[in-house]
């Protein structure tokens, strides 16, 4: 039972362009969504995160934009660069016994053409 | 960066034999978990720790064990390795929400 869906595996968009990778989810009790970014042989880095209470966040060329009430956010990337190329996974962060725990989307691979 | 070291950054084992991978920060977090990445799954929790000597299960625990003796180290064992745990393993570490990964370890189990 997926709680975070990425249903698409991947992703290609010409340099400049915009790139939008999109995020499901079922669990109503995220406080928390959280893009993360991975290249290949390291360990994901964090991105941008963004509230449940809130509806966009922007960081530079990062913006993540949620829908709680189609349960759905998207992460846009403008311009793309060839740099961004790597595995996106949306991410949903709830608090429950006296943790903080993520749980996953299966990842986009995002491929930026020169 | 945060302060995360895995260890060891590569193994191979053959199925039947225990295995042991270290996690350790620098950061002094309080909580400290182990993911495993496999194709077509993302980032799996297996366990998790909030505490010296508190720990509970993730997602994917069965067949996994971990151990957490001192804030700095968190350990996951494999008490007997399985090609099914062939992955990718990733330590990561918190102090309250955004987490901050190791680089990862790589087992394989022939």
């Known amino acids: 039972d997926q709680q975070v869906k990425q249903n698409s595996p991947s992703l290609s968009v010409q340099e400049g362009r915009i790139s939008i990778l999109n995020c499901d989810y079922t669990?109503?009790?995220?406080?928390?969504f959280l893009w993360y970014k991975k290249y290949p042989a390291e360990g994901p880095t964090f991105l941008i995160s963004?509230?449940?209470?809130?509806d966009k966040n922007e960081d530079g060329r990062f913006t993540v934009f949620l829908n709680k009430s189609a349960k759905h956010l998207s992460l846009h990337i403008v311009p793309s660069q060839p740099g961004d190329s790597a595995v996106y996974f949306c991410?949903?962060?709830?608090?429950?016994?006296?943790?903080?725990?993520?749980?996953f989307g299966k990842g986009t691979k995002l491929s930026v053409i020169p | 960066d945060a302060g995360i070291t895995q260890s060891p950054r590569h193994k191979v084992t053959e199925t039947g034999t225990p295995v042991t991978l270290r996690c350790h920060q620098t950061?002094?977090?309080?909580?400290m978990y182990w993911y495993r990445q496999d194709p077509g799954h993302g980032l799996r929790l297996i366990h998790y720790?909030?505490?010296?000597?508190?720990?509970d299960k993730g997602e994917v625990s069965d067949g996994y064990s971990v151990s957490r003796s001192k804030t700095e180290d968190f350990l996951l064992t494999l008490e007997s390795a399985t090609s099914s745990q062939t992955s990718v393993y990733f330590c990561?570490?918190?102090?309250?929400?955004?987490?901050?990964f190791g680089e990862g370890s790589r087992l394989t189990v022939l």
């Open positions: 990561a570490i918190s102090g309250a929400g955004e987490l901050f």
């Open positions: 669990n109503s009790m995220f406080d928390y």
């Open positions: 963004i509230s449940s209470i809130k």
């Open positions: 991410a949903g962060l709830g608090s429950g016994a006296g943790s903080y725990q993520l749980t």
């Open positions: 950061e002094n977090h309080r909580y």
């Open positions: 720790s909030y505490g010296v000597k508190d720990t």
